[in-house]
């Protein structure tokens, strides 16, 4: 069961344990998911086991997205980076007074997540959650938020997150206000974050977008990143005859991963 995304979206929602399906995993995942009530399953599969994609395909899970994860490795020694050769933005930390301008720019952004692509999921509840999103990384939810501004207006942010034990950075959120694009200003916010995890002393930083953002992919590429792992994002939708759960008020910290 996820609370957090429950608690956002007013209905029950979990997630499958592990990556791969196989028959007798689908009777106990849909037996556990009706007696619990919940109206939808997500599913993070592997992309290269072909009985799990059938067994989905077979039981009602709908593709909703291909997650790519792409990898920046630090070069042994490390060799301190060169920035970018040209940025039309101050990249700096993120300030509370940013957070407005920076919920401004979710709203718009992210329109090719797996939440937008199932219309399941209420347009206005998807731009809220970004809004959520960013504003708890700027409240502590992520190590470091950069902000990338133009005349001391905010453009665009990217979110990072440190896992000291693996030595390994994770960028969460990045956006480019539609306005600021073309500008090399999405490369210097990457270039600030690169900078940002090498002087923590990471050994590796991971990035994660959708199979359908060509550009965010490519703006990976362009400074460095590798292609990791491809999954395979799946939701399962459940109806009851009596009406659906409403889900709770609470709010709880940590948004969706």
């Known amino acids: 069961m ?12 979990a997630r499958v344990r592990g990556d791969v399906l196989a028959q007798e995993k689908i009777q106990h995942i849909d037996a556990w998911c009706r007696q619990n009530r919940i109206r939808c399953l997500y599913f993070l ?7 799990t994609t059938r067994l989905a395909e077979d039981n009602c ?27 039309a933005a101050v990249i700096r930390p993120a300030r509370l007074e940013d957070i407005g301008p920076l919920q401004s720019i979710a709203r718009k952004s992210h ?21 959520t999103w960013v504003k708890t990384s700027c409240e502590g939810y992520a190590d470091l938020v950069l902000v990338a501004e133009v005349d001391e207006v905010p453009v665009g942010y990217i979110a990072c997150h440190l896992d000291k034990e693996t030595r390994t950075g994770r960028i969460g959120l990045v956006a480019v206000d ?23 002393g ?3 930083v991971l990035i994660q977008t959708q199979g359908r953002n060509y550009a965010a992919q490519r703006l990976y590429q362009r400074c460095g990143f590798l292609t990791l792992e491809v999954q395979l994002w799946y939701h399962k939708w459940y109806t009851y005859p009596e009406t659906a759960d409403r889900g709770t008020d609470e709010f709880i910290q940590n948004p969706i991963q």
């Open 45 to 51: 599969a592997c992309s290269d086991d072909a009985d």
């Open 202 to 204: 990471m050994r590796q």
């Open 2 to 13: 996820l609370a957090w995304d429950t608690a956002f979206f007013g209905f029950h929602i």
């Open 178 to 200: 539609e306005q600021a694009q073309g500008r090399s200003i999405g490369k210097g916010l990457v270039w600030g974050a690169l900078e940002w995890f090498l002087a923590q």
């Open 61 to 87: 899970f709908r593709l909703v997205d291909i997650r790519m994860t792409f990898e920046y490795k630090v070069p042994d020694p490390y060799v301190s980076m060169d920035g970018p050769p040209t940025c």
């Open 111 to 131: 329109r090719d997540t797996r939440f937008y692509y199932d219309t399941n999921f209420a347009r206005h509840l998807c731009e809220a959650l970004y809004e």
